[in-house]
């Protein structure tokens, strides 16, 4: 029987995918899982007895990932759960900047006690004028799940549109149009769109990139969209630029007192992934992932793992072992089984950065002693038992 806690609620029919092996706890201390949104845990005090964090989400910025990894808590999050949710927001958001829609709308409410409304809007409409988005270039800084849906849609709507993303994967690839341009470089994309929005995640390589100097590369009139990080945009520099005409306007999802009911700015209260749809893909890609990783000990879309994928174990034993990712390791720990004459029949070893991750299955069930011995290991940081 394993158990799982929820830090936030979770979505009821992500919930009903957990089987009569699992229960519910209300103490978080009795948790083999975890479950979570938005809750910080940086500050919270790791269970000895927690294996896994699943993040109903994409960001895990509210998750100690070092201080998991070394204690052998897998994290997990639910890349393109909510990708469509996000997607449709990002085509609303660069329609509200490209027509001031959003004026127009307070100029009727600030007037709706005029019995001349209608002819008073004829006449007021043109300050609310805009451009439409065909024969735009638009250009999408990171080809993920979300940027491609991106930019297939845009396609469809007559937009000239460039990506730009070095480590584009194979799914991401084969899902693109075939008719959105590959950028060369990110300059690329700064000097030559007319709209430009970003969809990479938040690292330190990232971090600021649309800064002075990259704006200062964008056209004149610029618009720039943010869905992804507020921290990966110098919007101090944002403002400047809307100040100088150099931004048109800049629509972020990501509320601050920087950006907040300033002159340009279109401020969305998060709302990316806040669709009832979203939040179900979420809860059940989180749940149907522990839910393998606690059976069967296999890793998918973890943070601060690596993938590894052995399926159901058909044998007596399986181990798991988490730990450093250095050399001779694996020779460590097949001589722990071969003094004790245990037959290793399947193995997969994976590495992520500075820690790894080692799956066997055995003829026969790991012994305590043999545990030990493993556990012992300099640079292990966790032996698990998954049968």
Not at 3 to 30: M, Q, R, S, W
Not at 108 to 114: A, F, T
Not at 298 to 316: E, F, H, R, W
């Amino acid at each position: 029987m394993f158990k799982y806690h929820c830090l936030n609620p979770i979505a009821d029919v992500g919930l009903e995918k957990f089987t009569k092996d699992y229960e519910k706890t209300g103490d978080v201390n009795e948790a083999d899982g975890i479950l979570v949104r938005s809750a910080a845990m940086h500050d919270m005090e790791l269970p000895e007895k927690l294996l896994a964090v699943a993040r109903a989400g994409a960001g895990v910025n509210n998750i100690p990932l070092d201080k998991c990894a070394e204690k052998g808590i897998v994290v997990f999050n639910t890349p393109g759960a909510n990708a469509n949710g996000v997607k449709e927001l990002v085509i609303a958001g660069m329609l509200l900047a490209c027509r001031d829609i959003v004026g127009g709308i307070n100029w009727v409410n600030e007037h709706k006690e005029d019995e001349n409304i209608a002819k008073a809007a004829e006449k007021e409409k043109k300050n609310f004028a805009g451009t439409e988005v065909q024969d735009k270039r638009l250009g999408i800084i990171g080809l993920g799940a979300i940027g491609v849906k991106v930019a297939n849609v845009a396609k469809h709507m007559g937009m000239e549109v460039y990506g730009y993303d070095p480590y584009v994967s194979v799914d991401a690839a084969w899902n693109l149009s075939r008719d959105v341009k590959h950028a060369l470089s990110v300059d690329e994309i700064y000097e030559s769109c007319d709209i430009i929005t970003i969809h990479v995640p938040l690292l330190d390589s990232t971090k600021g990139m649309v800064d002075e100097a990259a704006i200062g590369k964008m056209k004149d009139g610029v618009i720039l969209l943010n869905f992804a990080r507020d921290l990966l945009v110098d919007e101090k520099a944002v403002l400047d630029g809307i100040g100088k005409g150099k931004i048109r306007k800049y629509v972020t999802d990501f509320p601050n007192t920087t950006t907040a009911g300033k002159e340009g700015c279109i401020v969305i209260p998060h709302l990316g992934a806040s669709t009832e749809e979203s939040e179900d893909n979420c809860a059940k890609m989180a749940v149907k992932q522990m839910m393998n990783y606690l059976e069967n000990g296999n890793i998918l879309n973890s943070v601060n793992y690596p993938k590894c994928d052995m399926g159901i174990c058909t044998q007596a034993g399986r181990i798991a072992i988490f730990h450093r990712n250095k050399a001779n390791m694996i020779t460590k720990f097949t001589a722990c089984f071969g003094d004790e004459g245990v037959n290793i029949t399947d193995m997969m070893n994976k590495s992520k950065g500075e820690v790894a991750y080692t799956m066997m299955d055995l003829e026969s069930p790991a012994t305590d002693e043999m545990i030990g011995r493993l556990q012992s290991i300099a640079g292990v940081f966790r032996v698990r038992v998954v049968k």
